[in-house]
C-alpha cells in the first residue's frame, strides 16, 4: 500500500517566516496526482495545490508546490495570521486510491 | 457554486450501521465530468478516504473498510449518501463529503463534516 510521511509534525514559526513542509511516498506518484490541503478546526478543508505544483482557484501566492516522484514540498513564503492550520497531502492513483498523509501541524511560535 | 452539507444521527450503536447524507446544491449531483467522495477524520488524527463514485456510476471504496461500505447517489433529491455497517467505536470520526467537477485526483469542494459517534 501506498504510505505518504509527512513532516514534520509540527512546525513552530512566527507570522512572516517561511515554511517548508515535506511529504514523502512509499512508491512513486502516479503522473504527480499530488495535492495538498489547508486544514482548520471546525471548517472544511480546503484544497491548496493540485498536480504537485498548481495553485487552486483563489489561493494566494505565498503558496507554492513542488517536487515529482516520491518527494514533495509545500511553502509558504511569509506566513499570515489565517495560515496556521494542519497542512495535508493527498495522493490518487496507487493502493488505495487515495492516501493522505498524517498531516504537518503550523503552530504560532 | 458547488455547494456540499453533511447531515448525520450524531449516535451509533456499536454494529448498527451509520448513515450520513450530503446535500448538494441544486443542479450539479447529475453533472457530467463531477466525481463524489466521503473522507473521516476520527479524533485526533488525520483524514482517510472512504470511497468515491464518478459521474459515470463507478464506485471506488477503500479496501480497509472491506465490503462494509456503500455510497448511492439520489440525483431527484441532489443527495447522495455513505452506508456503513457493522460499525464498532473505531468508526467514530468527522466524516466529510466531497467533490470535484473535473477529474478524480483530488476534491475542490468539501463540506463542513458532521461528527458521527459510534458508543
Known amino acids: 500500500d501506498m504510505v505518504l510521511t509527512q513532516s514534520p509534525g509540527t512546525l513552530s514559526l512566527s507570522p512572516g517566516e517561511r515554511a517548508t513542509l515535506s511529504c514523502r511516498a512509499s512508491q512513486s506518484v502516479t503522473s504527480n496526482f499530488l495535492a495538498w490541503y489547508q486544514h482548520k478546526p471546525g471548517q472544511a478543508p480546503r484544497l491548496l495545490i493540485y498536480g504537485a505544483s498548481s495553485r487552486a482557484t483563489g489561493i494566494p501566492d505565498r503558496f507554492s508546490g513542488s517536487g515529482s516522484g516520491t518527494d514533495f514540498t509545500l511553502t509558504i513564503t511569509r506566513l499570515e495570521p489565517e495560515d496556521f492550520a494542519v497542512y495535508y497531502c493527498?495522493?490518487?492513483?496507487?493502493?488505495?486510491?487515495?492516501?493522505f498523509g498524517q498531516g504537518t501541524k503550523v503552530d504560532i511560535k | 457554486h458547488l455547494q456540499l452539507q453533511e447531515s448525520g444521527p450524531g449516535l451509533v450503536k456499536p454494529s448498527e450501521t451509520l448513515s450520513v447524507i450530503c446535500s448538494v446544491s441544486p443542479g450539479y449531483l447529475g453533472s457530467l465530468s463531477t466525481y463524489w467522495g466521503w473522507i473521516r477524520q476520527p479524533p485526533g488524527k488525520g483524514l482517510e478516504w472512504i470511497g468515491t463514485?464518478?459521474?459515470?456510476?463507478?464506485?471506488y471504496y477503500n479496501p480497509s473498510l472491506g465490503s462494509r461500505v456503500t455510497i448511492s447517489m439520489d440525483t431527484s433529491k441532489s443527495q447522495f449518501s455513505l452506508k456503513l455497517n457493522s460499525v464498532t467505536a473505531a468508526d467514530t470520526a468527522i466524516y466529510y463529503c466531497a467533490a470535484d467537477q473535473f477529474n478524480p485526483y483530488w476534491f475542490k469542494s468539501w463540506g463542513q463534516g458532521t461528527l458521527v459517534t459510534v458508543s
Open positions: 463514485v464518478y459521474y459515470s456510476g463507478s464506485a
Open positions: 493527498q495522493q490518487y492513483g496507487s493502493s488505495p486510491l487515495y492516501t
